[in-house]
């Protein structure tokens, strides 16, 4: 807390004009900042060394029709406190321009353009403001998050034709990916410039699963939405449905029972225990080695299995409620678990030894999609892709939920940045989930798992929640309505971050590797396009 | 090598080891069943994801994994719709999507099954109604077969393909 106050009060000295909102002391800093002065600011916060801010998330809100303004936030995790900033600022009365932060902040890229699509409000200065979730066949003006727009009027094509940025010379080609591809994945668009063999540019055109899930939030109430958010990227159902639950439980002032808070732990373990089984084996499969592939799905089906049994979903479906969870688990059902897990441990030991003798293997993962650390930083990445490429950063131990504060984490983290960094990320943190999983079992403290919600929210609060998913940071923002509406819902999948660095990652790399990158990345389409 | 002839052999065989699927609605109508009468010794499927969550697309996955293995009953997963005999549609066609969706159809030679996987692609599931969403499929391509879930199970994936292939009660 000390720290924090001493954040508060540098900021406060290098900008005089800024006010600190009070009411927010707990959980973060909150600042209400002029508009004019957002680019200044931003940049101290980002490149002071004490500080060395990295933008998480950057949101919009339409206040209206209580008021004829709209309200944009910038929320900073902080270097090394891991302490979180938010900067509010306000474009009232017909004001859609804002200052954008991109030029000296890059990660803030992606976020400005889905402001522009969502709420048409522009931000001035910034290097690129081609269409981002609103395809270009969506009419002119129309932008959905803003509240005068219908929720559920579907609108006609006008025409219209994506630019991509060209590479022109003599033998540069031009490779078009997608949106449907050859194996069972998710859409989406991927247009390389090749030279010979090395790609020289990759270039994103996502986007195309969006489903309006942000608008769809806005129709629900606050209690009722967690179907929802479990299906905003369905891998994640565990990851999304907490951050969610988490985001209104500190709305309506509910503190889950320790129990509740533990069961929360141990199925989000399983879960990043099924996706990090499954993608170990994906990506040997990316280089044709099918025999790890079958191993690891077999053992990711037993995982599945036995979620099924447990809760009676195989994507744990239905576990998570605003105040705790649905489902309670026997002394009998928690010892299969571990019994389980040292089965499926002592497995998996024996696999990793073959995949990681076989030098062929080794060969084409090591080297292969350099993400450095830099570049890294500068995209602001999450999650496992971040942990490979040297990023000290794991929500369960820098800002414990659930119950990771009984339970310390031991962050994984390789520096290098290639395949093999991020499938060694992924193999170290299944050993550390059935680690957790099994103190789990000896912590799991008596007492209820979930308690009813007794108090309303007040119109127009708002709370933030972050959860480590196993991609990464899951982030959600919910700002309460009238009668336990939700006014706003702002969903932050850690793909919506990462996707931007892959362009990155795969420069100088060959075609053929770039499969075994993707996967190695492994991020979501649908939570990434909402 | 040793150490993967000794894991091979220590793990047997798994194909199978899974629960029984839980028994579905008709799935398929005898139309649809008769449409799939070149199909009984193998099919090829295209998988064509219009918005899904990414969860019936794990699913799908999974019906090619060891214990499930899709292909000894002569269901191929095929990488372009030129080879395909039948679609495997999911999610309920966003606005984005929807071009794409008819194209792949079109691009899917004649005679073809089209198959709605999961609730989303049957009645737009929890997405139903956003202005982001034209579905469900069979607004826009007619459908042959509907499995409902979300997600369907992976048995229950493998149950309907192989009821659909095993001919109608006229024979």
């Known amino acids: ?530 | 090598m040793f150490r993967i002839l000794k894991k091979s052999l220590k793990t047997g065989v798994v194909t199978g080891q899974h629960p029984a699927a839980a028994p579905l609605e008709e799935t398929s109508t005898s139309e649809a069943k008769e449409k799939a009468r070149p199909f009984r010794s193998s099919l090829a499927f295209r998988a064509v994801d219009t918005g899904s969550c990414n969860a019936c697309e794990m699913e799908m996955n999974a019906l090619a994994n060891p214990v499930y293995d899709i292909e000894r009953f002569g269901i191929h997963i095929a990488a372009s719709p030129r080879h395909a005999d039948a679609l495997v549609v999911t999610g309920p066609v966003t606005v984005n999507m929807e071009h794409a969706l008819k194209d792949v159809y079109q691009q899917t030679p004649d005679p073809k099954i089209v198959i709605a996987l999961g609730d989303c692609a049957i009645n737009c599931g929890v997405f139903k109604g956003s202005y982001a969403v034209t579905g469900p499929v069979d607004r826009h391509i007619p459908v042959d077969v509907r499995i409902p879930g979300c997600p369907p199970r992976p048995v229950n994936i493998l149950n309907a393909l192989q009821e659909l292939r095993k001919g109608s009660d006229k024979g």
């Open chain 1, 1 to 530: 807390m000390t720290e924090t106050r001493f954040y508060d009060e540098e900021l406060k000295v290098a900008f005089p004009l800024i006010v600190q909102d009070e009411a927010a002391k707990g959980e973060f800093s909150h600042f209400l900042v002029p508009k004019d002065l957002l680019p200044a600011i931003t940049h101290h916060l980002h490149t002071q060394p004490s500080l060395h801010g990295r933008l998480t998330l950057l949101w919009a809100v339409d206040n209206r029709p209580i008021r004829d303004a709209y309200g944009l936030h910038y929320l900073f995790t902080l270097g090394a406190s891991r302490s979180w900033v938010v900067l509010s600022t306000e474009l009232a009365e017909g004001d859609r321009l804002f200052p954008s932060i991109t030029p000296h902040i890059h990660a803030a890229m992606w976020y400005e353009r889905e402001i522009r699509d969502m709420f048409g409000l522009i931000p001035q200065g910034h290097p690129d403001l081609r269409r981002l979730v609103r395809h270009e066949h969506w009419p002119k003006g129309t932008h959905p998050l803003k509240k005068n727009f219908p929720w559920d009027h579907v609108l006609g094509r006008q025409q219209g034709e994506h630019h991509f940025r060209r590479i022109e010379g003599e033998g540069v080609f031009e490779v078009p990916v997608g949106p449907i591809h050859a194996g069972i994945i998710e859409p989406g668009h991927f247009r390389f410039s090749v030279a010979g063999e090395p790609i020289m540019q990759l270039e994103l055109h996502h986007f195309w699963t969006h489903r309006g899930v942000e608008k769809l939030f806005e129709q629900q109430t606050l209690t009722a939405a967690v179907p929802l958010a479990e299906r905003v990227s369905g891998d994640t159902t565990i990851g999304h449905s907490l951050a969610y639950c988490q985001a209104v439980e500190s709305l309506l002032h509910i503190e889950v029972p320790r129990r509740g808070r533990y069961l929360r732990s141990l199925f989000l373990e399983l879960e990043r225990l099924h996706n990090h089984l499954g993608d170990v084996g994906a990506i040997c499969n990316d280089t044709a080695y099918a025999l790890p592939h079958a191993h690891c799905g077999r053992m990711k089906e037993q995982i599945m299995q036995l979620n099924d049994k447990l809760t009676g979903s195989r994507f744990l479906r239905g576990v998570n409620r605003v105040g705790g969870v649905e489902i309670d688990l026997t002394v009998a059902q928690l010892a299969e678990v571990v019994a389980e897990m040292d089965h499926i441990e002592k497995d998996f030991s024996e696999l990793e030894l073959i995949i990681i003798h076989n030098a062929s293997l080794t060969d084409r993962l090591e080297t292969t999609g350099v993400l450095t650390e830099r570049t890294a930083w500068d995209h602001a990445v999450v999650g496992v892709v971040g942990r490979a490429s040297g990023l000290d950063q794991d929500l369960r131990r820098d800002r414990p939920f659930a119950a990771y504060d009984e339970l310390p984490v031991k962050v994984v983290n390789y520096r290098y940045g290639d395949v093999r960094a991020r499938i060694r990320v992924r193999m170290d943190e299944i050993h550390e989930s059935m680690r957790l999983v099994r103190e789990i079992r000896l912590k799991l403290p008596q007492g209820p798992v979930a308690v009813e919600p007794s108090r309303r929210a007040q119109a127009r609060e708002w709370a933030l929640s972050a959860v480590e998913g196993w991609r990464g940071e899951i982030l959600y923002m919910v700002m309460a309505g009238e009668n336990g509406t939700i006014h706003r819902c702002k969903v932050r999948d850690p793909s919506f971050a990462n996707w931007p660095a892959i362009q990155q990652a795969v420069l100088g790399n060959i075609i053929p590797d770039f499969p075994l990158i993707n996967k190695s990345f492994n991020l979501s389409y649908a939570g990434n396009d909402l």
